[in-house]
């Protein structure tokens, strides 16, 4: 399995509150995603990077941003929280070097909940 | 990226071959069918993918037509643990974002 780790795993909280997603990889992949999946609406990309601080907006971007300062961390920011935030947040990375359609390989998912 | 069409359930006896179908009618010349499934609660999975020849690895098979408008995935043993919800996607270059559709929820039936 690819070496992906999403920290937390859960979190619970306050409507206002800034929270920050870390993805971590171990496989020195160029590309890194952050989707969110929520009933009835399927995988849905906020952000994704494209390097080392080169990242660009997704389908569903409004309230959220991300910080790439090094390879292998990719943030995820809300920062203020709503309750349509509540979701589960993947993270995903890919290849490239000229291996051109590599698959995106995820994470185990966070699960947040804002009340 | 090219809009894909699966039936949104079916069912497998344990130990038989599955077969999930995928139509993609609209898929360009330069694009990749992959295939990824999700069991509850968890990240999606890379299965496999393929351009236009026909694709096996240790976890399933892809066929794909000749005119590149449908393609099926076959788990030739399905266990228990096959029991998800599989995508089936046309895409692009690798960073293009991966849209994934409502799916088929296979049921592996003991």
């Known amino acids: 399995d690819a070496g992906i780790t999403q920290s937390p795993r859960h979190k619970v909280t306050e409507t206002g509150t800034p929270v920050t997603l870390r993805c971590h990889q171990t496989?020195?992949?160029?590309?890194m995603y952050w989707y969110r999946q929520d009933p009835g609406h399927g995988l849905r990309l906020i952000h994704y990077?494209?390097?080392?601080?080169?990242?660009d907006k997704g389908e569903v971007s409004d309230g959220y941003s991300v910080s790439r300062s090094k390879t292998e961390d990719f943030l995820l920011t809300l920062e203020s929280a709503t309750s349509s935030q509540t979701s589960v947040y993947f993270c995903?990375?890919?290849?490239?070097?000229?291996?051109?359609?590599?698959?995106?390989?995820f994470g185990d998912g966070t699960r947040l909940s804002i009340l | 990226d090219a809009k894909t069409t699966q039936p949104p359930s079916m069912d497998c006896a344990e130990g038989r071959a599955a077969n999930l179908p995928c139509n993609h009618s609209?898929?360009?010349?330069?694009?990749?069918v992959y295939w990824y499934r999700q069991i509850h609660s968890q990240g999606p999975q890379y299965i496999i993918h393929?351009?236009?020849n026909n694709e096996t690895n240790e976890m399933a098979s892809l066929i794909i037509t000749e005119d590149r408008k449908s393609s099926t995935l076959i788990l030739p043993h399905a266990t228990l643990r096959d029991t998800a919800v599989y995508y089936c996607?046309?895409?692009?270059?690798?960073?293009?974002?991966?849209?994934f559709g409502p799916g088929t929820s296979l049921s592996v039936i003991p």
């Open positions: 995903a990375i890919s290849e490239s070097q000229g291996a051109y359609h590599q698959p995106q390989h």
């Open positions: 496989e020195n992949h160029r590309y």
């Open positions: 990077s494209y390097g080392v601080k080169d990242t």
């Open positions: 609209t898929i360009s010349g330069n694009e990749y």
């Open positions: 393929g351009l236009k």
């Open positions: 996607i046309g895409k692009g270059t690798s960073y293009d974002k991966v849209i």
